[in-house]
T-cell receptor
């Protein structure tokens, strides 16, 4: 079945620096790769997603890149701000199902 | 739209008691998912519904767990009897179309003592 690995588990950066979180997936038939942000005491919130027919997608300070050959995708946050501090999850669908499998999460801390 | 609404936000119960968690999905969303989040196991899919019909319950840990969706605007997750190892945050999520664009509720933090 689908397995999603996420690294690093924690990441600390200075405000204004960039942050990169990486995920790998096992099922080559997966075709959709969302990223979720979870703030303390809240549910995960979708922040960006990418489908397998594109290699990169950008939305202001966040971007996601996809390498289908290597089966990995990454979240890039530029010009980080303290409010970016949260736990970030990647996910991928189990192929031919309606089920999203989540990575183990990355706790990002942005220090002012 | 108020988003996905879960109740209660917090539940503390004694081992052996029945616990019922509630979820109201976003109107018009055909899919509803129940997830459990723990430090050890992360986000685990327990069960999901499409058009009120349970499609896959393979993630339900054991027979003590059951879920229902009697109509398009309401779902419950029941644990009977509850055990301390059931302590976790339980999330409900809904989507318009399968895996695309989940919206999560704020979760129910369950503590079984």
């Amino acid at each position: 079945g689908e397995n999603v690995e996420q690294h690093p588990s924690t990441l600390s950066v200075q405000e204004g620096d960039s942050a990169v979180i990486k995920c790998t997936y096992s099922d080559s038939a997966s075709n959709y790769f969302p990223w979720y942000k979870q703030e303390l005491g809240k549910g995960p919130q979708l922040i960006i997603d990418i489908r397998s027919n594109v290699g990169e997608k950008k939305d202001q300070r966040i971007a996601v890149t996809l390498n289908k050959t290597a089966k990995h995708f990454s979240l890039h946050i530029t010009e980080t701000q303290p409010e970016d501090s949260a736990v970030y999850f990647c996910a991928a669908p189990r192929a031919h199902t309606d089920k999203l499998i989540f990575g183990t999460g990355t706790r990002l801390q942005v220090f002012p | 739209d108020a988003g996905v609404i879960q109740s209660p936000r917090h539940e503390v119960t004694e081992m052996g008691q029945e616990v019922t968690l509630r979820c109201k999905p976003i109107s018009g969303h055909d899919y509803l998912f129940w997830y459990r989040q723990t430090m050890m196991r992360g986000l685990e899919l327990l069960i999901y519904f499409n058009n009120n019909v349970p499609i896959d319950d393979s993630g339900m840990p054991e027979d003590r767990f059951s879920a229902k969706m009697p109509n398009a605007s309401f779902s419950t997750l029941k644990i009977q009897p509850s055990e301390p190892r059931d302590s976790a945050v339980y999330f409900c999520a809904s989507s318009l179309d399968s895996v695309y664009g989940y919206t999560f509720g704020s979760g129910t933090r369950l503590t079984v003592v």
